[in-house]
Nanobody, 126 residues
Framework: QVQLVESGGGSVQAGGSLKLSCKASGVTRYDLNRYCLGWFRQPPGKEREAVANIDGDGDTIYSDAVKGRFTISRDHREKVLYLQMNSLTPEDTAMYYC?????????????????WGQGIQVTVSL
């Protein structure tokens, strides 16, 4: 049973950067290497939305809202998923969640049947 724990959230001023981490446990590196991993967020009062996902080969997909500003990456050896967030705006304020599921890799599948972390708050102020 995969377990995920996010870290690295907090408060930052607009234009700043944060790097989120998501540590996986309960799964071997060999198995996790094949997993689809992703980040989602839920802004206050809004629906949850996909941010980015990455498959076992390192192929990535980003939402239009974060493309060019955020970078998703994974460390296979340490079993950690990252989200580097640059040029943050108040619209990026949200609870951020990481998710994992076996392939194939898609945000829809992650959202529907993936394993989720507990979430971490990111707040961007002017």
């Amino acid at each position: 049973q995969v377990q995920l724990v996010e870290s690295g959230g907090g408060s930052v001023q607009a234009g700043g950067s944060l790097k989120l981490s998501c540590k996986a446990s309960g799964v071997t590196r060999y198995d996790l290497n094949r997993y689809c991993l992703g980040w989602f967020r839920q802004p206050p009062g809004k629906e949850r939305e996909a941010v980015a996902n990455i498959d076992g080969d390192g192929d990535t997909i980003y939402s239009d809202a974060v493309k060019g500003r955020f970078t998703i990456s994974r460390d296979h050896r340490e079993k950690v998923l990252y989200l580097q967030m640059n040029s943050l705006t108040p619209e990026d304020t949200a609870m951020y969640y990481c998710a994992a599921d076996k392939p194939p890799c898609s945000a829809a599948t992650l959202a529907a049947v993936g394993t989720w972390g507990q979430g971490i708050q990111v707040t961007v102020s002017l």
